[in-house]
């Protein structure tokens, strides 16, 4: 069974500044993605960016890049230029390679990030 | 165009009352999912539904249920409601089984059990 997991509960970071959050998986496929949710009090799930582990180029999405490592089973998240909007819940998640969802995505317990003004 | 729905938003029930919670999926998605986020914890993967038919499901006892509809709206029951039932139950769905990398997250229900 895959796991997921983020070591750390709770991140803070001064607006305007850079902050990485962690996650790490196991599995034994090959194929599979990552991801990283945002879940901001309002409760709705947004998906960050999405990472395919047969691309060895790491994604970016403005803001938000994450660094892929795949023999070390490590997938972090770090936002750049930090705004207030980006206060919320983060979830890294593993997902199964496009044979199907039989397993739905398997997350980790997150990572609860602040903003400081 | 519109994003996955779910009602209600919010839910009290008293423990061994039944509960039904509703997703309706972005048109012309056939895949929905489900899952539990009980508080503290991560997303736990609950049931799977695709052209109709329940295709898998996660660790949870058989009181969780559900169907889909020919529209691929799809119902949630939670039978024999207990305490730690109480969470936020969230649905998602996706183009198809094939396109299960992404899925697209409703707003979820607060069931609370009493």
């Known amino acids: 069974a895959q796991t997921v997991t983020q070591s750390q509960p709770e991140m803070s970071v001064q607006e305007a500044e850079t902050v990485t959050l962690s996650c790490t998986y196991d599995?034994?496929?090959?194929?599979?993605?990552l991801f990283w949710y945002k879940q901001p009090p309002s409760r709705q799930m947004i998906l960050v960016i999405r990472q395919e582990a047969y691309k060895q180029q790491n994604a970016t999405e403005n803001r938000f890049s994450v660094n892929f490592q795949k023999a070390a089973k490590s997938f972090s998240l770090k936002i750049s230029d930090s705004q207030l909007g980006d206060a919320a819940m983060y979830f890294c998640?593993?997902?199964?390679?496009?044979?199907?969802?039989?397993?739905?995505?398997?997350f980790g317990k997150g990572t609860h990030l602040i903003i400081q003004p | 165009e519109a994003g996955v729905t779910q009602s209600p938003t919010h839910l009290i029930k008293t423990r061994g009352q039944q509960a039904t919670l509703r997703c309706s999926p972005i048109?012309?998605?056939?895949?929905v999912y489900w899952y539990q986020q009980a508080l503290g914890l991560g997303l736990q993967f609950l049931l799977w539904?695709?052209?109709?038919?329940?295709?898998n499901r996660g660790n949870f006892p058989p009181r969780f249920s559900g169907r889909q509809f020919p529209n691929y709206s799809s119902e949630l029951n939670v039978n024999a409601l207990e305490l730690e039932d109480s969470a936020l139950y969230l649905c998602?769905?996706?183009?198809?089984?094939?396109?299960?990398?992404?899925?697209?997250f409703g707003p979820g229900t607060r069931l609370t059990v009493t």
């Open positions: 539904y695709d052209e109709g038919e329940e295709r």
């Open positions: 599995t034994s496929e090959s194929d599979y993605y």
């Open positions: 048109s012309g998605h056939t895949s």
């Open positions: 998640a593993y997902g199964p390679d496009s044979g199907g969802g039989a397993d739905g995505l398997t």
């Open positions: 998602a769905s996706s183009f198809a089984s094939t396109y299960s990398y992404e899925q697209y």
